[in-house]
């Protein structure tokens, strides 16, 4: 059980255990100490273990630069069976010290949350930060919330490094919530034009940042109108793409310069009723009263 040092210290430690044999110092916030057990914390932890028994050992003190107080005393009290609470503000800095030190059943709690706090919302605001633990649960909820809110979430992207591994993400799924595969390119479009800067050259501009992820909307698989609508200025298709794909839904041949387009059909959800006519259509488009839900 923690328990404040009762003395008259300026900063007296946090106490966890009735043995505390180390202090952890945080002088980033201010110099507040807490002090533990190592047998405790080596049981729990791979990471501690090495550190205080590892060939060459540590001292009584160790300072913590790259974990503020908080977090880890909040840490310590789930260590020590004391009830904690995960929220927006605390996850991400307590998934990295739990990760940092191999507290498996801690990971395991903020998976928890992320599973439930985590949507279409505010996916951009944590994705570069839950990307980078390569955790497959995480992972999967982020492609699961991606495929389910394809448009809504490419409406908020710009064109960083970040943003266009999102957009990657998207574009690569076999299993998108979309009406049909127009709709896809056209917020696609909008995105690329709405970060574009060369007004000028604002077609060459979109074709340069999208690069070869073009090749994953299936041009072949729409319809002539609709391809003919994807010509359409600014265009992300060069003016030969957009011939030739119009040549390919055509006639059905192909040439060099569409050999790299994706035909593979994409799966879209279905479900029983829409909330508007209540007629089965498209998971949260109904194309019989035109509306999402």
């Known amino acids: 059980m923690a328990t404040m040092a009762n003395n ?3 900063l007296p430690p946090f106490t966890f255990g009735k043995s505390p044999d180390v202090t952890f ?4 916030d201010g110099g507040e100490k807490l002090q533990a057990e190592k047998l405790k914390l ?3 932890s791979e990471v501690f273990n090495m550190q205080f028994y590892g060939e060459f050992g540590c001292s009584e003190e160790i300072t913590i630069k790259d ?3 908080d977090t880890f005393k909040t840490t310590m009290e789930f260590l020590y069976g004391i009830e904690i609470t995960i929220t927006a503000k605390n996850f991400e800095e307590i998934l990295y010290m739990a990760s940092k030190y191999f ?5 395991g709690k903020v998976i928890g949350f992320v ?3 985590l949507n279409e919302n505010n996916l951009l605001d944590h994705y570069e930060t839950l990307e980078k633990y390569q955790i497959e649960k995480l992972n999967h909820r982020m492609q699961e919330i991606c495929e389910k809110f394809p448009l809504k979430i490419i409406e908020r992207l710009t064109d960083s490094k970040v943003h266009m591994g999102i957009l990657k993400k998207i574009l690569e799924s076999p299993i998108l919530n979309i009406a049909k595969e127009y709709d896809l390119y056209a917020a696609v479009a909008a995105m690329m034009q709405r970060t574009s800067q060369n007004v000028v050259k604002i077609g060459e501009e979109m074709r340069k940042k999208i690069g070869k992820l073009i090749y994953f909307i299936r041009f072949p698989l729409m319809s002539v109108d609709e391809l003919i609508l994807c010509g359409q ?4 298709l060069t003016d030969r793409q957009f011939l030739d794909l119009l040549y390919l ?7 060099e310069s569409v050999q790299f387009f994706s035909m593979k059909q994409r799966y879209y959800p279905k479900v029983e009723n829409c909330s508007h006519c209540k007629k089965g259509v498209t998971k949260r488009y109904c194309q019989a009263c035109g509306k999402y839900f």
Do not use: H
């Not at 110092?25 to 980033?28: D, E, P, R």
């Not at 200025?233 to 992300?236: E, H, K, N, T």
């Open 115 to 117: 599973d439930t706090f």
């Open 42 to 44: 080596a049981q729990i």
């Open 103 to 107: 507290i498996f059943d801690l990971i």
């Open 67 to 69: 974990i503020t107080f």
């Open 25 to 28: 110092i945080f002088l980033a």
């Open 249 to 255: 839904v055509k006639s059905g041949k192909y040439n």
């Open 8 to 10: 008259n210290a300026a």
């Open 233 to 236: 200025a600014p265009s992300l």
